[in-house]
């Protein structure tokens, strides 16, 4: 019997993660899709990080997927996602309750928007689990303990009893983590959850966060505009601009062969740890709205490579192991070659 699954149905297992094909969507009355043709997979035990300027929809398309959206202000024009090999329904609000927080835990940049101030965090992590799970009281509380250890909380039994305001951010976050870890979700979405911390409590979040990945093997798509960040755990990068993904693939393609004339600007406004200081140049211009969005290419109208023909919809280029732009003139050695 399960040798006749085996063989007859594409193996799950294969499958990523989350693959998300083509996500596109607007707010209001508005014809210009926000997100447009967002397309980005994770496996399990890999880490994604989602990375692009201030506005371009980072969090949206998250949210998306958790079903987190404001209802009836998005309206979703595709949404072609699967969740392991399986149709993964952005209309289908059960089945997402369902997904969310037992299979897809989300963790944002301010813990104390997922954390109630009126409760003891103990509480809160019981309740987390008793929402998903057929366990007693003291079931509950005994996973609460033990993913208060987990993130390395010292005298968890203590500080169950305590409320969100009588920790620092450095340990709200880490409650945040043990809540959204508390069912052991095979993905987790992290948006900038380090960006309001110090820079010391910030790399000891993500390695936290990494060593957690590596106990448990979920995948993870860490959102953040910190290039250093993506550096430091990245196995793949999805760079995002104004609601399309201009690049993606293997960090180290993105880092040492970026192929997108907006993915180059990132990379030189990354400040350098080593050699001489440089002056730190940043792409001139700002992120279009849907009310400014050019037709066609959406960096058409800060790319300093712009041509006529960048007013129409870029082709998706693909130079192998994944590593893809959406450019009419990637790669970009061959534009060169072209111009010269
Ligand atoms: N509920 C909403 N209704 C209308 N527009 C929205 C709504 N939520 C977000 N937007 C718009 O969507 C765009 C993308 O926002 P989003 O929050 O996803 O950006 P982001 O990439 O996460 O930026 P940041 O790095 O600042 O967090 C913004 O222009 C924002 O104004
Ligand atoms: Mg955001």
Redesign the pocket.
């Given at each position: 019997m399960v040798l006749t699954l085996v063989q007859s149905a594409p193996s799950p297992s294969a499958a990523p993660l989350l693959d998300v094909r083509a996500l596109s969507l607007g707010?209001?009355t508005s014809k210009t899709r926000?997100l447009d043709g967002v397309r980005y997979s994770v496996e399990a035990g890999e880490t994604l990080c989602i990375v692009?300027?201030?506005?371009?929809?980072?969090?949206?398309?998250s949210?998306a997927i958790m079903g987190l959206?404001?209802q009836g202000?998005?309206h979703i024009h595709e949404a072609d996602i699967r969740f392991r090999g399986e149709r993964y329904d952005l209309n289908d609000m059960a089945a997402l309750r369902r997904h969310r927080g037992a299979d897809i835990a989300m963790i944002f940049?301010e813990p104390m928007t997922s954390l109630n101030p009126a409760f003891k965090v103990g509480d809160q992590i019981a309740e987390a689990v008793t929402a998903h799970n057929d366990v007693s009281e003291a079931q509950a509380r005994d996973r609460a303990v033990e993913m208060l250890r987990r993130v390395r909380i010292p005298a968890p039994e203590a500080r169950m009893n305590e409320y969100p305001h009588q920790l620092s951010g450095g340990m709200r976050q880490r409650v945040m983590i043990a809540m959204a870890l508390a069912n052991d979700p095979a993905l987790l979405i992290a948006?900038?959850p380090t960006t309001a911390l110090d820079v010391t409590i910030q790399s000891q979040i993500l390695d936290l966060i990494r060593d957690l990945q590596a106990e448990t093997g979920m995948g993870t798509i860490m959102?953040t505009?910190d290039l250093g960040v993506v550096a430091e755990i990245a196995d793949n990068v999805a760079v995002?601009y104004a609601?399309t993904i201009v690049e993606a693939g293997p960090a180290d393609a993105i880092f040492n062969d970026p192929q997108h004339p907006y993915t180059i600007g990132l990379m030189s406004s990354m400040p350098r740890l080593t050699g001489p200081r440089e002056r730190l140049t940043t792409v001139p211009g700002t992120v279009p709205?849907?009310e400014t969005m050019p037709a066609g290419c959406r960096f058409s109208t800060r790319c300093p490579f712009a041509q006529p023909v960048c007013a129409e919809t870029p082709p998706q280029r693909e130079f192998g192991r994944g590593h893809r732009a959406l450019c009419h003139f990637a790669p970009l050695d061959d534009r060169l070659e072209r111009s010269a």
């Amino acid at each position: 019997m399960v040798l006749t699954l085996v063989q007859s149905a594409p193996s799950p297992s294969a499958a990523p993660l989350l693959d998300v094909r083509a996500l596109s969507l607007g707010f209001g009355t508005s014809k210009t899709r926000l997100l447009d043709g967002v397309r980005y997979s994770v496996e399990a035990g890999e880490t994604l990080c989602i990375v692009g300027e201030s506005g371009c929809g980072k969090s949206v398309s998250s949210l998306a997927i958790m079903g987190l959206l404001p209802q009836g202000a998005a309206h979703i024009h595709e949404a072609d996602i699967r969740f392991r090999g399986e149709r993964y329904d952005l209309n289908d609000m059960a089945a997402l309750r369902r997904h969310r927080g037992a299979d897809i835990a989300m963790i944002f940049q301010e813990p104390m928007t997922s954390l109630n101030p009126a409760f003891k965090v103990g509480d809160q992590i019981a309740e987390a689990v008793t929402a998903h799970n057929d366990v007693s009281e003291a079931q509950a509380r005994d996973r609460a303990v033990e993913m208060l250890r987990r993130v390395r909380i010292p005298a968890p039994e203590a500080r169950m009893n305590e409320y969100p305001h009588q920790l620092s951010g450095g340990m709200r976050q880490r409650v945040m983590i043990a809540m959204a870890l508390a069912n052991d979700p095979a993905l987790l979405i992290a948006d900038e959850p380090t960006t309001a911390l110090d820079v010391t409590i910030q790399s000891q979040i993500l390695d936290l966060i990494r060593d957690l990945q590596a106990e448990t093997g979920m995948g993870t798509i860490m959102i953040t505009h910190d290039l250093g960040v993506v550096a430091e755990i990245a196995d793949n990068v999805a760079v995002m601009y104004a609601g399309t993904i201009v690049e993606a693939g293997p960090a180290d393609a993105i880092f040492n062969d970026p192929q997108h004339p907006y993915t180059i600007g990132l990379m030189s406004s990354m400040p350098r740890l080593t050699g001489p200081r440089e002056r730190l140049t940043t792409v001139p211009g700002t992120v279009p709205t849907v009310e400014t969005m050019p037709a066609g290419c959406r960096f058409s109208t800060r790319c300093p490579f712009a041509q006529p023909v960048c007013a129409e919809t870029p082709p998706q280029r693909e130079f192998g192991r994944g590593h893809r732009a959406l450019c009419h003139f990637a790669p970009l050695d061959d534009r060169l070659e072209r111009s010269a």
